[in-house]
């Protein structure tokens, strides 16, 4: 048992260190593919901290309105970085995917994706009435139905990622490590707020009136650089969920045999 859970743990890191460094060797391409994720998060971000700021609501109901969020950001989060996971795919293949191409898979794909949308956006309705408690529960049953309606053809999509998945903690494992870095990343953000905050550390950078003036502007910063971090952390981790997705067939239903073997048959038949 303890070289299953070894074998396991090395297969997440693997399979994310080579997302990583997928993205630092196609930086250019994977950030215009990341573009529209950004957009909509900078927007949403946006509208509610302005909702927020200039609304005199109750505290029940920001809270509310902060928690109803959480949805939203998540079928975002869903439905956007699809392409970044498309160029994982064709790079795992040997293939470097233009943007082109990959927005153009996802096109063609958008009968199944729009299915699996409206099915995941009522689990996500129903987690926001909830105060999204439900989706910790469902998202780990659910995340690979993307994958599933984008590079497989058959029919059940949400039975056939539950079985894909069945008792493997390896999604579990990685989404563990990308709270963490989240976490860690989003506390560098707010630091220059905790930094002019205190009173010994801020009146030796600045004098009371710089303090306002930073701390009044200070969270467009903040709003950019978490929208940023968000983006970049959802478009790793659906790349990264993408190679575990292609290591999983490969592994439990063979995908690279059959490959080799269709090969072989295509070589000898030549």
């Known amino acids: 048992m303890a070289r299953s859970k070894r074998s396991l743990f090395q297969r997440v890191l693997v399979q994310t260190d080579c997302a990583f460094w997928c993205i630092h060797d196609n930086l250019s391409t994977v950030g215009l593919l990341a573009l529209p994720t950004l957009g909509v998060v900078i927007a949403l971000g946006l509208g509610l901290i302005q909702v927020l700021r200039t609304w005199n609501l109750d505290t029940d109901l920001n809270v509310l309105l902060v928690f109803a969020s959480f949805p939203v950001l998540a079928f975002c989060f869903t439905l956007l970085p699809l ?104 506390g560098l953000v707010v630091l220059p707020r905790l930094v002019l905050g205190t009173p010994m550390l801020g009146l030796n950078l600045l004098d009371a009136k710089g303090q306002r003036l930073i701390l009044e502007y200070l969270w467009i910063f903040e709003t950019i650089s978490i929208a940023i971090l968000l983006t970049g952390i959802a478009v790793t981790w659906w790349m990264s969920l993408t190679l575990i997705y292609a290591d999983i067939r490969g592994v439990r239903e063979g995908d690279n045999l059959r490959r080799r073997i269709a090969a072989y048959r295509v070589k000898h038949m030549v």
Do not use: N
């Open 83 to 186: 392409p970044c996971a498309v160029f994982a795919w064709r790079a795992m293949e040997g293939h470097t995917a233009t943007v082109g191409e990959c927005f153009g898979w996802c096109f063609q794909k958008s009968g199944r994706l729009i299915s699996v949308m409206i099915r995941l956006g009522l689990i996500f309705f129903g987690s926001m009435l909830l105060g999204g408690l439900p989706l910790l529960w469902a998202w780990p049953r659910v995340c690979l139905t993307p994958m599933v309606a984008l590079f497989e053809s058959g029919r059940r999509i949400f039975q056939r990622s539950q079985r894909l998945l069945r008792a493997d903690l390896s999604i579990a494992s990685i989404g563990f490590l990308y709270i963490c870095m989240g976490l860690v990343l989003g």
